[in-house]
């Protein structure tokens, strides 16, 4: 059973600070990644997807993506208030497009 | 843009009740879901349709069933409501790659 891991948090960063989020996963196969963004009480929403290893940045956002060691992160420049959140690591491949999901990380970004 | 649409939002029912989420889409995808999301679980699939006309079970399907009415319907069925389901349930959907999922704004179920 493919499985995806994340440290809980919650993590604490402070306005302005880079956010590192982390994911590991178990399939070897695993060929497309995703972060989801969610805000409490809201269902996910997509931020970011990566395929290939190697960093892939949109506005403040990067995904970082190592095939070799099984790990995805996400890192938030400029934190604000606003990315408070749950990050959700998702990851599909392997023989099924189906997405298994981590258990989430929180951030808080305090002022 | 109406996106995924799911009814009812919250819904309080009495152990042994049961009752049917409805959930529609307007985009036109092929594979659609019903995930449940339980504090510190994380999203956990129960059902999952790939196309009309088909079902699969997920990871935790007890309990419940589906029906994909059509292309753009899939209801999630609660036959015996028990305590143990009560939950956050979305819906989602995907396109036939499954690349990017998009998420109902979910259902807020309680069984006392």
């Known amino acids: 059973q493919k499985e995806v891991e994340q440290n809980s948090g919650p993590l604490s960063v402070p306005e302005g600070a880079i956010a590192s989020l982390n994911c590991t996963y178990s399939?070897?196969?695993?060929?497309?990644f995703f972060w989801y963004r969610q805000y409490s009480g809201k269902s996910p929403e997509l931020i970011m997807f990566i395929y290939s290893n190697g960093d892939k940045e949109d506005g403040r956002f990067t995904a970082q993506l190592n095939k070799a060691s099984q790990y995805v992160s996400l890192l938030i420049r400029d934190s604000q208030p606003s990315d408070s959140a749950t990050y959700l690591c998702?990851?599909?491949?392997?023989?099924?497009?189906?997405?298994?999901f981590g258990r989430g990380t929180s951030l808080i970004v305090h002022p | 843009n109406a996106g995924v649409t799911q009814t009812p939002k919250f819904q309080v029912l009495k152990t042994g009740q049961s009752m049917t989420l409805q959930c529609a889409q307007d985009?036109?995808?092929?594979?659609m879901y019903w995930y449940r999301q339980d504090p510190g679980m994380g999203l956990r699939l129960i059902y999952y349709?790939?196309?009309?006309?088909?079902?699969d079970k997920g990871e935790v399907p007890n309990g419940y069933n589906v029906s994909r009415l059509n292309k753009r319907e899939f209801s999630l069925r609660l036959e015996s409501a028990a305590p143990s389901q009560t939950s956050v349930y979305f819906c989602a959907s995907s396109d036939v790659s499954g690349n990017t999922i998009y998420f109902g704004e979910g259902s807020w179920l309680t069984v006392v």
């Open positions: 985009m036109n995808h092929n594979s």
């Open positions: 998702a990851v599909n491949g392997g023989g099924s497009y189906i997405p298994t």
């Open positions: 399939d070897r196969g695993s060929q497309s």
């Open positions: 349709s790939a196309s009309e006309g088909t079902t």
